[in-house]
């Protein structure tokens, strides 16, 4: 018997609608086109169904505390710094405006194990998302608990380098630079109040970032979009993706995507190179 099996298979159940005015501004996050009805574009079920703890019931780094109670959907893995690491997700039918929504989230596996920079936690969860009674998403996201940095850790990541990013080695191409207006409005969104993201002080004393972090669902977000572009609208069948390294806010991004063996590959790079996000796709 592990230290967390009685987490295991713990489930959650939460509900939720797709308003048009949701949809809205969602839309105008990612300066796309509005529309009054219809398919919205793969990705706004990041939207959906956000966390739900009181204010009361908050961490310092602005996460839901985790306790050991049955009340506690997370286990109470000891390890302070939460990270969002990967994501991989089936898209089994659109999600319409207006559409009347529910997803369970269940436990399934938890472990620790010893890093090269400490203590590692992984806890696995799997999302199914029902749009008016359909099943429309399947994901399963992986959550990664770290130890706290000591005060005087050196920032994370380094200041870009004299490499760059080559888009000749890619079929589509585009740059972004997130600043903190976008990163304000995907918290909100996503109602994620994960102090790394608006609260720069604490993303550098406390986490040892050297800004504001880009959340890996928003850079997520812009490859769908980029997929959507080359694509179609709701085109892909499977898509997945895993953070390498943090992205900071105000400096550029580089957005690519290529044909692979299996599907497609898409990825986010930092100015010199340095490789963000690595995704897949599959149609």
């Known amino acids: 018997m592990g230290e967390w099996d009685a987490w295991l298979g713990r489930e ?22 509005q529309r009054d009805s219809g398919a919205m574009p793969q990705g706004i079920h990041f939207c959906l169904c956000t966390p739900e703890a009181p204010q009361a019931a908050l961490g310092e780094d602005g996460h839901p505390a985790r306790s050991a109670d ?32 529910s997803r369970t989230s269940r436990i399934a596996s938890v472990a620790e194990k010893d890093g090269s920079t400490g203590r590692l936690g992984f806890v696995d969860v799997e999302h199914l998302t029902v749009a008016d009674g359909t099943p429309a998403v399947r994901e399963v996201q992986t959550l990664v608990y770290r130890d706290a940095m000591a ?38 969104l996503t109602f994620n109040t994960h102090r790394i993201h608006y609260d720069a002080p604490y993303a550098r004393d406390i986490e ?74 599959t149609v």
């Open 151 to 188: 005060p005087d850790a050196p920032l994370s990541p380094p200041s870009p380098g004299d490499g760059g990013f080559d888009p000749a080695q890619w079929q589509s191409h585009r740059t972004v630079t997130p600043d903190p207006r976008l990163l304000f409005r995907f918290s909100a």
């Open 208 to 281: 040892r970032y050297r800004g504001l972090v880009v959340h890996g669902p928003l850079m997520s977000s812009l490859l769908l979009q980029m997929a959507a572009g080359e694509l179609g609208e709701n085109a892909l069948k499977s898509f997945a993706f895993r953070a390498v390294s943090p992205a900071i806010a105000d400096e550029v991004l580089h957005i690519a995507m290529r044909p692979s063996d299996d599907g497609f590959e898409l990825g986010t790079f930092a100015s010199d190179g340095r490789q963000v996000v690595k995704a897949s796709a």
């Open 12 to 33: 959650q159940v939460q509900t939720d609608t797709l308003p048009p005015s949701l949809a809205q501004r969602w839309l105008a996050t990612f300066d796309l086109e």
């Open 70 to 101: 049955d009340k506690s959907f997370f286990p109470p893995i000891p390890l302070p710094r939460r990270m969002w690491a990967a994501s991989k997700i089936e898209f089994l039918a659109p999600i319409e405006i207006g559409a009347a929504i």
